[in-house]
C-alpha cells in the first residue's frame, strides 16, 4: 500500500463526483426530503416518526453508498480504467481505501445535511447524542460501499448493479427491526437477520437513539459492522483481479 | 519458428520480450496456438494481422492481464506480469481506458501521482499527443481520436521500457497519424521498445520488424524489406496474402 496513491485515488473520485452536481444534489436532498415524508405520513403518529425518524437517518448513508459504490466500480470494469489500474503499480487496498475515504467524506455530508434538517427542522429527537449518530451513519456508509464493491462484481450491466438495490438492500431494511421489533418476527426471520449487517447497524443506532448511548450490546453491534465491512473489502479484494480470462 | 527480431547491424542483446510455446484460450476455444518470438529492445515491431485473430490476446499476455493456459513470456528479463514489471510497462487497450468524466489534465494528473512522476511529465506528454488545447476538456465531450490519444498519453507518462499499443493510430487523421509514429520512433530511438498492433499493414512500412498473424498463428516474423524480397511482392498488402497462400498450399 502506498499513501500516495491512496489519497490520489480518493481525489480522483471526489473530483469524478463533482463533476456530476445532479447526483450531489439527490445525495442530499433525497434524505431530508423523505424524513420530512415520514413526518407527514405519521402527522397523527408522532411517536412512531419518533422511534423511526432516529436510525433512519443514520441508514440511509448505507443505501446511498451502496448503489453509488457499486455503479462506480462497475464503470471502473466496463471502461477498462479498473484493467489499467491492475496493470500498474497500484495495490488493490489503494483502491479499496481509495473509494473509502471517498465515499465516508461524502457522508460525513450527507449524514450531517440529514441530521440537520431532521434534528433542528422537523423535530425529531433522540436520547443519545446527534453527533453519534451521524458517526454511526458514516460506519454504515462505508458498510454500504463495502457490500456495493463486493457486489458489482456480480453486475454485468448497470441495470443490473441497480437491482441489486432492492435485491440485497431491501431485504436487510425489512428484517433489520425498523419496521417490525425482531422479537415479534417469526424464529426464521430472526435467525436470518441475525446473518445481516444491517441488523447490527439498526440496533447501535436505536441504542443510541432510544437509550441515549451505545452500551455494552451497541459496542459489540459496532464491531460486527466493522468486522463485516473489512470481510466485505477483503471480498471485494479478491473480485479485483489482476489477470482475467 | 523463432528468431530474434532486431534491427539491421545491431549487436545481438538479450530480447525485450521472448515468447516461448505460448497458448491462451478464451471462453473455452484455444485462440493462441503455441506463439513463439522475440522482440529486441530498442525496435518499433509491428503486430499485424486481421481483425480477431489474436493481436489483443498476446499483448494482453505480454502485459500480464491475459490468463494464460501454457508456454513462457518472459518481458524485460522477468516472467510477465511481475509485480515489478507494472511500473515498467505501458499498456494502451483498444477501446480508451480512462475517465470520461474527468478532464485530459486530471485522468494524467491521477495516473502520474499513481505512478510517481512529476507534473512536468505530464505537460510533455499532453504536447506529445497534441492535446494542449483540450488539456481542459472532458475526455467524454472529445472526439474518439482525441480521447484514444489521452490514453495513449497515459501509457508515456511514466516513460516505460516496453510500450505495448493496441492499434494506437486507428481512426486518425494522416497528419497525426504520422506525428504518433514519428514520436513511437523518437521513443525507440531513445531505447524503449514499442510493440503496435494494427489491422492495416500499411502501417507496417513504420515498424523495424513485423510479427504477421493469422487465426492464432504467427505466419512471419521479419522486416517489411524481408517480407517483399521473400515473397517478391512491393505492397505490403500483396505480400502478406502470398504469406497466406504459401501457409495453404
Keep these: ?118 434534528f433542528g427542522i ?124 | 519458428m523463432k528468431r530474434v527480431v532486431s534491427p539491421v547491424g545491431s549487436q545481438r542483446v538479450s530480447p525485450a520480450v521472448e515468447v516461448g510455446d505460448l497458448v491462451v484460450c478464451r471462453g473455452g476455444r484455444e485462440v493462441l496456438h503455441g506463439l513463439g518470438f522475440s522482440v529486441a529492445p530498442g525496435t518499433v515491431t509491428g503486430l499485424l494481422g486481421p481483425s480477431g485473430c489474436g493481436k489483443t490476446t498476446l499483448m494482453r499476455a505480454i502485459v500480464g492481464v491475459q490468463v494464460v493456459e501454457s508456454g513462457r513470456i518472459e518481458v524485460l528479463g522477468r516472467p510477465a506480469g511481475a509485480a515489478e514489471l507494472r511500473a515498467r510497462i505501458g499498456y494502451v ?40 488545447e483540450q488539456a481542459d476538456q472532458v475526455v467524454g465531450s472529445l472526439s474518439g481520436g482525441q480521447s484514444a490519444r489521452v490514453s495513449l498519453a497515459t501509457a508515456l507518462l511514466g516513460e516505460p521500457e516496453l510500450l505495448v499499443l493496441d492499434e494506437p493510430t486507428v481512426g486518425l487523421d494522416p497528419v497525426l497519424r504520422r506525428d504518433l509514429w514519428a514520436a513511437f520512433r523518437g521513443l525507440a530511438r531513445s531505447g524503449a521498445t514499442l510493440l503496435v498492433s494494427s489491422h492495416v499493414m500499411e502501417e507496417a512500412e513504420h515498424c523495424d520488424e513485423l510479427l504477421l498473424m493469422r487465426d492464432g498463428d504467427l505466419l512471419a516474423t521479419e522486416s517489411p524489406d524481408e517480407l517483399r524480397t521473400r515473397t517478391g511482392r512491393d505492397e505490403l498488402d500483396d505480400a502478406f496474402l502470398a504469406l497466406i497462400e504459401e501457409r495453404e498450399e
Design chain 2, 93 to 132: 487497450t483498444q477501446a480508451p481506458s480512462v475517465y470520461l468524466d474527468l478532464s485530459v489534465r486530471e485522468n494524467l494528473r491521477y495516473f502520474a501521482r499513481v505512478l510517481g512522476v512529476g507534473h512536468e511529465r505530464i505537460e510533455e506528454t499532453i504536447e506529445t499527443v497534441a492535446l494542449g
Design chain 1, 122 to 245: 422537523l423535530g425529531l429527537e433522540v436520547a443519545g447524542s446527534t453527533a453519534a449518530v451521524v458517526a454511526l451513519a458514516v460506519g454504515n456508509a462505508l458498510l454500504g460501499m463495502s457490500l456495493g464493491l463486493f457486489v458489482s462484481a456480480f453486475a454485468r450491466t448497470e441495470f443490473q448493479a441497480v437491482q441489486f438495490m432492492p435485491a440485497i438492500v431491501f431485504p436487510q431494511l425489512l428484517l433489520c427491526g425498523l419496521f417490525v421489533a425482531r422479537d415479534q418476527m417469526a424464529r426464521v426471520l430472526q435467525l436470518i437477520s441475525d446473518t445481516m449487517p444491517l441488523t447490527y447497524a439498526f440496533e447501535a443506532l436505536n441504542g443510541v437513539t432510544t437509550k441515549g448511548s451505545l452500551g455494552s450490546r451497541g459496542v459489540l453491534d459496532v464491531a460486527v459492522i466493522a468486522g463485516a465491512t473489512l470481510l466485505l473489502l477483503a471480498f471485494g479484494a479478491v473480485t479485483l483481479r489482476r489477470r482475467t480470462p
Design chain 1, 1 to 118: 500500500m502506498n499513501a500516495r496513491i491512496t489519497w490520489a485515488t480518493a481525489l480522483r473520485v471526489l473530483t469524478q463526483l463533482r463533476r456530476d452536481p445532479r447526483t450531489i444534489a439527490l445525495l442530499l436532498a433525497v434524505p431530508p426530503f423523505l424524513l420530512a415524508l415520514l413526518k407527514g405520513a405519521f402527522q397523527h403518529d408522532p411517536e412512531t416518526f419518533q422511534r423511526v425518524g432516529g436510525p433512519l437517518v443514520g441508514l440511509f448513508p448505507f443505501s446511498t453508498m451502496f448503489v453509488v459504490t457499486s455503479i462506480t466500480m462497475l464503470r471502473e470494469r466496463t471502461t477498462g480504467t479498473l484493467e489499467r489500474l491492475m496493470s500498474l503499480p497500484l495495490a488493490k487496498l489503494d483502491l479499496l481505501f481509495g473509494y473509502g475515504i471517498a465515499f465516508a467524506a461524502v457522508a460525513v455530508v450527507q449524514a450531517t445535511v440529514t441530521s440537520a434538517v431532521a
